[in-house]
C-alpha cells in the first residue's frame, strides 16, 4: 500500500471468471470519483500458507491494468482478519470508501455488512460495466435514509447522473411527516449540487418499498439500485434471508449498492 493514504476502492477477489465484472465496475468506480483502486483477497487458515503465491496472482491482475490505464492508482492487500472485522479495519488502516463484491457472495458477506462503516456494491459475474448513470433510490421512513441519499447525491455530482427517487405509502400520519422530511432533504441536496432526479410516491409501504423499487429499476433498465440494508436483524432474518439478498438475488444483472444503516457511514472527499 502507499504510505500516503488515499482513499480507495475495494475489491474483493475471487480468483474466479466473476474478477472481470468486479475489477472492471471497480475501475469505472475509481475513474468516477477519481480515487485509488486496491484488489483485496482474504486468505483464510487453509491457504495462508500460499500468501506469496495469492499475492503474485493478484500482482498479475494489475499489470494489464497499469498498462491500459497508466493514470489509474491501484494497488493489491492481502488480508487474514475475521470477515466481520474486515471492513473496519479497512476503513481505518487503509481508507477504503466502497466495497465492491460478487453477488453470488452475499451471504458470505452479509453479517460483514452489519458491520460495515462502508457500502458494498454487489455485482453479478455475468453484469457489464454499469454507467452508473440511471440510479433508482427508495425512500422510507428511517432516519437514517441521509445516508443512502448522501451516496445518491455523490454519484449526480461526480457521474452526473439522474435520481430517480421513489418514496413510501404510509397510512400512519406520522410516519407520513417523516418520509415527507426524508424527501425534502434529498431534494435540496440534489437541487444545492444541481443534480438532475425525479421524485416520485410509490404504491408500497416501507415494509416493501425496496422491493417496488427493484421492480421499477428492472422495469427501466436502470444502473444502480441504492438501498438503505435492514436496521433490526432478527434471527429469523439470519434463518430465511435478509430482504436484501432476496433483492439482489432477483436482481439480475443490476448492480445493487448497500448501505448499512446500523453504522455511521465514512464520507467520500472530494
Not at 397510512?171 to 431534494?187: C, Y
Request: proline share 4%.
Amino acid at each position: 500500500m502507499n504510505e500516503k493514504k488515499e482513499q480507495k476502492i475495494i475489491v474483493f477477489i475471487t480468483f474466479t471468471p466473476a474478477d472481470k465484472s468486479l475489477i472492471l465496475n471497480g475501475i469505472k468506480l475509481a475513474s468516477v470519483f477519481k480515487k485509488e483502486l486496491c484488489l483485496v483477497y482474504r486468505l483464510n487458515y487453509k491457504n495462508s500458507k500460499q500468501s506469496e503465491a495469492f499475492k503474485n496472482k493478484l500482482a498479475e491482475y494489475t499489470i494489464p491494468l497499469k498498462k491500459e490505464i497508466p493514470a489509474l492508482k491501484i494497488s493489491i492487500l492481502l488480508i487474514q482478519e475475521n470477515l466481520r472485522e474486515v471492513p473496519d479495519i479497512l476503513a481505518d488502516d487503509y481508507e477504503a470508501i466502497l466495497f465492491v463484491a460478487d453477488a453470488g457472495q452475499f451471504k458470505k458477506f452479509s453479517k460483514a455488512l452489519t458491520e460495515s462503516p462502508v457500502p458494498f456494491l454487489f455485482v453479478h459475474s455475468e453484469s457489464p460495466v454499469s454507467s452508473f448513470k440511471n440510479i433508482i433510490f427508495p425512500i422510507d421512513l428511517r432516519k437514517e435514509n441521509s445516508d443512502s441519499t448522501l451516496w445518491s447525491s455523490w454519484f449526480g455530482r461526480f457521474n452526473q447522473s439522474e435520481i430517480i427517487a421513489i418514496a413510501a405509502n404510509e397510512k400512519n400520519k406520522e410516519s407520513q411527516k417523516q418520509i415527507a422530511r426524508n424527501v425534502s432533504l434529498a431534494k435540496k441536496l440534489y437541487l444545492k449540487f444541481n443534480i438532475k432526479h425525479k421524485m416520485f410516491k410509490g404504491q408500497k409501504s416501507s415494509l416493501q418499498n425496496s422491493f417496488e423499487a427493484l421492480e421499477f429499476a428492472l422495469s427501466e433498465k436502470a444502473d444502480l439500485l441504492i438501498l438503505l440494508g435492514s436496521s433490526v436483524i432478527t434471527p429469523l432474518d439470519w434463518l430465511i434471508g435478509l430482504p436484501e439478498r432476496k433483492i439482489i438475488r432477483n436482481s439480475g444483472k443490476l448492480p445493487v449498492l448497500l448501505v448499512n444503516p446500523r453504522r455511521d457511514n465514512y464520507i467520500l472527499c472530494d
